[in-house]
């Protein structure tokens, strides 16, 4: 599947937050029938508050300087995701050490692609691609890390014991401990194979 079309059309990190902050403004003084401003609202909270905080090691700045960069990253993602809050800023820090280029595009404006990143049948979000210099995928990360799917693996198998409310509780705590180190080693990883 050439992807170069939806590359071109995507936005970058800067025009995605924009975008997501225009979002928070028209669910907010118009009609939010999902209560998805409270969503927006944290999220970009988060954001700012990786953007801001979350440094790369100088040991990874050192991993990604020896690394081919001959690709570029599109992320499928949404403003009301709580994984993309914490993932997309810190894929657009390791993007912007490698001096990769990287463009969003929003999930449910284009279910063409996202149904074509499917997770176990689901839209989970955010999906990063790598892809060649033909559009084409070379590798792909999401919709979290391999300890996060863990908890939700936990909260699916046990929904009364493990409510969802228990689940986010316990995902941010994860999301917050572990700094963002999860989400550069397995997309180095894929990066590097």
């Given at each position: 599947?050439n992807?170069?079309?939806y ?11 924009k975008?997501?902050?225009?979002q928070?403004?028209e ?14 609202s944290?999220n970009l ?7 801001k905080?979350?440094e ?9 300087s ?21 993932i997309?800023?810190?894929?657009e ?5 490698m ?10 404006e ?7 990143f499917?997770?176990?049948?689901s839209r989970?979000?955010?999906?990063i ?10 590798f792909?990360?999401?919709p979290?890390?391999v ?7 936990k ?5 009364e014991?493990?409510d ?6 316990d995902?941010?705590v ?6 963002g180190?999860?989400i550069f ?7 590097t194979?």
């Amino acid at each position: 599947m050439n992807l170069t079309a939806y590359f071109d059309q995507a936005l970058n990190y800067n025009d995605y937050l924009k975008k997501i902050g225009q979002q928070l403004l028209e669910l907010e003084n118009g009609d939010d029938p999902y209560d998805y401003a409270q969503y927006y609202s944290i999220n970009l909270k988060r954001i700012d508050r990786l953007n801001k905080n979350h440094e790369l090691s100088d040991k990874q700045i050192d991993k990604l300087s020896k690394i081919k960069t001959d690709f570029r990253l599109l992320t499928i993602s949404e403003g009301w995701c709580g994984d993309a809050a914490q993932i997309v800023p810190v894929v657009e820090k390791i993007a912007n050490a490698m001096a990769v280029e990287h463009r969003i595009v929003f999930r449910d404006e284009q279910p063409e692609l996202m149904d074509a990143f499917l997770t176990n049948g689901s839209r989970s979000i955010p999906i990063i691609i790598g892809l060649n210099e033909n559009g084409e995928e070379i590798f792909r990360f999401g919709p979290r890390p391999v300890e996060a799917m863990e908890l939700l693996k936990k909260a699916k198998e046990n929904p009364e014991g493990y409510d969802a409310d228990q689940f986010h509780k316990d995902l941010q705590v994860w999301y917050n401990k572990d700094k963002g180190n999860s989400i550069f080693d397995e997309l180095y990883e894929l990066i590097t194979k």
